[in-house]
C-alpha cells in the first residue's frame, strides 16, 4: 500500500475540519459564535490553500491564500460583528426544523454528495477523490443552514460558507482559478455583504425584526 504523502495528509486532515465547522455552523444558535465558526472555517481554507501552492508550486495560489486571509478572516467578520452589535443580534432561536432533525439532515447530504462526487473522484488524482466530495457537502449543509433559518443575518452566513465551500473545491481540486477571477469574486462577495449590511437596518427600520418571515407574509398579502 503506498503511503499517501505528507501535504495531502493535511489537506485531508483541513478538509475534515472544514466538514466539521460546517456541522457546528449548522447546529449553532448563538449569532456571534455563528461568526467565530465562519472565520475560523476562513482559517482553515488558508492553510489549505498555502500547503496546495507549496507543494504544487502554484505561486499564484499564495496570493488567494492572503486575499482570504483578509477578507474572510479578518474583514466580513469585522463587518459581521458590527452589524450584530449595531443590531442587537443574539441568538436565532427561531429555525426551520429543530436542531438534531437538521444535523441527521446534514449527515444524508454529506452521504450524497459523497456519491455525487464518486464519478468525478474516481477519474482523479488522490487529494481530489476525497476533497471534491467534502467540498460539495460543504456546499449543500450552506445550503441547508439557509432554508432552514429565519434570520437574515444568519442567511447571509451560509451563503458566504457556501462559497468557501466552491473556493475549497477550487482550490484542493483544480489548484486554484485564475486570479482575475478570484478577485472578481471577492469583490463581489465584499460588496455584497456590504449592501446586504444596508438591507439589514432596511428590514429592522419597517418590521423591527430581521425574521424574514415578515416579508413572506407581506408577499403572501
Excluded at 3 to 18: G, K, R, Y
Excluded at 52 to 81: D, E, N, R
Aim: hydrophobic share 55%; proline share 3%.
Amino acid at each position: 500500500m503506498q503511503a499517501i504523502p505528507l501535504p495531502e495528509q493535511f489537506i485531508h486532515l483541513l478538509a475534515s475540519v472544514v466538514l466539521l465547522l460546517s456541522f457546528a455552523m449548522l447546529a449553532q444558535r448563538r449569532i456571534r459564535t455563528l461568526i467565530h465558526l465562519f472565520a475560523l472555517q476562513g482559517a482553515a481554507l488558508v492553510c489549505s490553500t498555502l500547503i496546495v501552492a507549496w507543494s504544487s508550486g502554484q505561486h499564484h495560489l499564495y496570493y488567494s491564500a492572503a486575499l482570504t486571509l483578509a477578507l474572510k478572516v479578518i474583514v466580513l467578520p469585522l463587518i459581521l460583528y458590527r452589524l450584530t452589535d449595531r443590531l442587537e443580534l443574539r441568538w436565532d432561536t427561531e429555525t426551520g426544523l429543530r436542531i438534531p432533525t437538521t444535523m441527521l439532515v446534514g449527515v444524508v447530504l454529506v452521504v450524497f454528495a459523497f456519491g455525487l462526487a464518486q464519478p468525478i473522484s474516481s477519474l482523479a488524482g488522490s487529494v481530489t477523490q476525497s476533497t471534491l466530495g467534502i467540498a460539495i457537502a460543504v456546499v449543500m449543509l450552506a445550503f441547508l443552514m439557509m432554508i432552514t433559518r429565519r434570520k437574515a443575518v444568519t442567511q447571509v452566513i451560509g451563503f458566504l460558507a457556501m462559497e468557501n465551500g466552491l473556493f475549497f473545491a477550487a482550490t484542493s481540486a483544480t489548484n486554484g482559478m485564475p486570479m482575475v477571477v478570484e478577485f472578481g469574486i471577492a469583490l463581489d462577495v465584499l460588496v455584497g455583504a456590504i449592501i446586504l449590511g444596508i438591507f439589514f437596518f432596511q428590514i429592522r427600520e419597517q418590521f423591527d425584526s430581521l425574521d424574514l418571515h415578515h416579508l413572506e407574509r407581506l408577499r403572501e398579502e
